[in-house]
């Protein structure tokens, strides 16, 4: 089971945001990988990778996204929210079957 | 650039077979996994199940009992089966490229709504 908190966020332009993950399980696998992602929904697009093996930003990714934790608690911060970050963010494990978070919906004031 | 789309039917009857397929182009479907993903109307994502491109699976504990997903590597396409549907799996489904050796999910189709309704 994922849980993330918090399920909405309503931030000011310029304004730091933090989404945390729990997983029910630790997400550290034999190999030495923690297989936790983070991804973004825009409005009326498909989902996009973000953010790999906990702190690793994708290809293209702005760096004011950022990626921290280990086992089984994570958090997505980001420096100074803009207007194009609206949409919705999910955290999700693979380490075996995949589980995502229930999604965190950010909102620009 | 990778490019994966869906095809298939929007409209099911409830009791009757989802049936989908995705075509993978500007890439290889091997050696990777590839996923069917969902999102029901108002709610967040649902992954249903993988297939490696050798024909090997593993599914959503909570849909195992009905879903099939199969790999045609000769047409460069995959395939999501989910029989007896119900209205709760209304939904917009997405078929995505699942692990590539370092990403997981880092090439999604547009996703097709299939409503299911009599």
């Known amino acids: 089971v994922m849980t993330q908190t918090p399920l909405s966020l309503s931030v000011t332009p310029g304004q730091p945001a933090s989404i945390s993950c729990k997983c029910s399980q630790s997400l550290l696998h034999s190999d030495g990988k923690t297989y936790l992602y983070w991804y973004l929904q825009k409005p009326g697009q498909s989902p996009q990778l973000l953010i790999y093996e906990v702190s690793s930003r994708f290809s293209g990714v702005p760096d004011r996204f950022s990626g921290s934790g280990s086992g089984t608690d994570f958090t997505l911060k980001i420096s100074r929210v803009e207007a194009e970050d609206v949409g919705v963010y999910y955290c999700m494990q693979a380490i075996n079957v995949r589980t995502f978070g229930q999604g965190t919906k950010l909102e620009i004031k | 650039q990778v490019q994966l789309q869906e095809s298939g039917p929007g409209l099911v009857k409830p009791s009757e077979t989802l049936s989908l397929t995705c075509t993978v182009s500007g890439g290889s479907i091997s050696p990777y996994y590839w996923s069917w993903i969902r999102r029901p109307p108002g709610k967040g994502l649902e992954w249903i199940g993988y297939?490696?491109?050798?024909?090997?699976?593993n599914y959503n504990p909570s849909l195992k009992s009905r879903v099939t997903i199969s790999v045609d590597s000769s047409k460069n396409q995959f395939s999501l089966k989910l029989y007896s549907v119900t209205a709760a799996d209304t939904a917009v489904y997405y078929c995505?490229?699942?692990?590539?050796?370092?990403?997981?999910?880092?090439?999604w189709g547009q996703g097709t709504l299939v409503t299911v309704s009599s």
């Open positions: 297939v490696y491109y050798s024909g090997s699976t």
């Open positions: 995505v490229r699942d692990y590539s050796g370092t990403y997981v999910f880092d090439y």
